[in-house]
């Protein structure tokens, strides 16, 4: 019967012709002291490289599920943040950027992270499709590779065993943020994204994938610090600019986005027949710009727009037509009608 800690119980297991001669402990749990500080430092390390993570860049050869808790700090800090809300307050101006940085940031994610970076519904320029990057990579969902790779894996294997973020596979906490957080999801597969990883612009943009996000939270505090200066009477500061502009706004569309992960695999009424889970979700698709016709989606991906029908509100959508009428983005991907029409449930 082997006895001792998990690694002391390796140690025997592995060597025990040491373990007789009695210092087979020892080294274990100094091994163990080891790989424990170097995954510390790679964790920590990955806040500011996300190549210090994950040197395969392959999550299929990961196996790991567990929190990386060290790597999710900053994710945690920006929940605990919002807290301050009670010490800062509020003020009509305050709220009103937290208000529009959740639509405008939530606009850049369903848009082009997801309907250009991960499904190519329309077209855009090369510098159009790189300052869209940094507009998505605003809303603190790591790179367009890492989201893009990931969600179009996740299309591949929908509510299937291998789906990283299936709620009918794993349950609801996983996959709202159990599957994010966890040190398997961290890598970039770029052979996911071989059409996206060719420019180096946004291969650089996804391994520091935090520089967008901290330039954006110090905007917001200075432009506080500067209306305290010029418009007295609005009576915000720095710090409420910070608090609400940046981390409750930000908070705000994670948990909405990942609502879309999670709730719309749930709750909702499905109109095609397909092999997984998904529903329509009219509340979600509100709250998330369109991204709440999920069954739709995932029965047609391709199409630049969700909503199939007129009254399906895809707020997303509309606001890509703006930015097709101006000539920013162009060839927007209709849904057939046929393909609509056909294969409803009932
Ligand atoms: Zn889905
Ligand atoms: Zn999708």
Same mark, same amino acid.
Do not use: C, I, M
């Given at each position: 019967m082997l006895i001792g800690t998990p690694s002391e119980q390796t140690e025997k297991r592995a060597g025990g012709g040491a373990a007789r001669e009695g210092f087979a402990a020892k080294p274990g749990v100094a091994a163990h002291r080891q790989s424990h500080i170097v995954w510390v430092l790679r964790s920590i390390g990955g806040w500011f490289?996300? !190549?210090?993570?994950?040197?395969?860049?392959?999550?299929?050869?990961a196996e790991d599920f567990r929190v990386d808790w060290y790597r999710i700090l900053p994710f945690m800090a920006m929940h605990l943040a919002c807290v301050a809300v009670i010490w800062v307050g509020w003020s009509p101006i305050a709220v009103g950027a937290a208000f529009a940085m959740y639509v405008i940031r939530m606009f850049f994610v369903t848009g082009?992270?997801?309907?250009?970076?991960?499904?190519?519904?329309f077209k855009t320029s090369r510098v159009g499709q790189f300052l869209f990057a940094v507009a998505g990579n605003s809303a603190v969902q790591r790179g367009p590779l890492w989201w893009a790779a990931h969600h179009r894996h996740h299309h591949r294997v929908?509510?299937?065993?291998?789906?990283?973020?299936?709620a009918l596979q794993h349950g609801f906490f996983w996959s709202h943020v159990g599957w994010i957080t966890s040190? !398997?999801?961290?890598?970039?597969?770029?052979d996911a994204v071989k059409d996206l990883a060719k420019f180096p612009e946004l291969r650089f943009l996804n391994r520091f994938d935090n520089v967008v996000p901290v330039l954006l939270g110090v905007s917001m505090f200075l432009l506080g610090v500067a209306l305290e200066g010029w418009a007295p009477s609005w009576e915000t500061s720095g710090f409420q600019m910070l608090i609400w502009g940046f981390f409750i706004s930000t908070v705000a569309v994670a948990h909405a986005t990942f609502s879309i992960n999670s709730l719309t695999h749930m709750v909702g009424s499905k109109r095609y027949k397909s092999t997984d889970e998904s529903r329509n979700n009219f509340l979600l698709a509100l709250l998330t710009l369109g991204e709440g016709w999920h069954n739709n989606h995932h029965y047609y991906p391709g199409a630049a727009r969700q909503g199939f029908y007129w009254w399906e509100i895809d707020i997303t959508y509309y606001m890509l037509r703006v930015l097709s009428a101006v000539g920013l983005i162009w060839d927007l991907n209709a849904v057939p009608p046929h393909v609509r029409d056909a294969n409803h449930l009932a």
């Open positions: 490289d996300n !190549k210090v993570v994950g040197p395969a860049a392959n999550p299929d050869a082009f992270y997801h309907r250009y970076f991960s499904h190519r519904t929908s509510d299937q065993e291998d789906d990283r973020h299936s040190k !398997k999801n961290f890598a970039t597969n770029l």
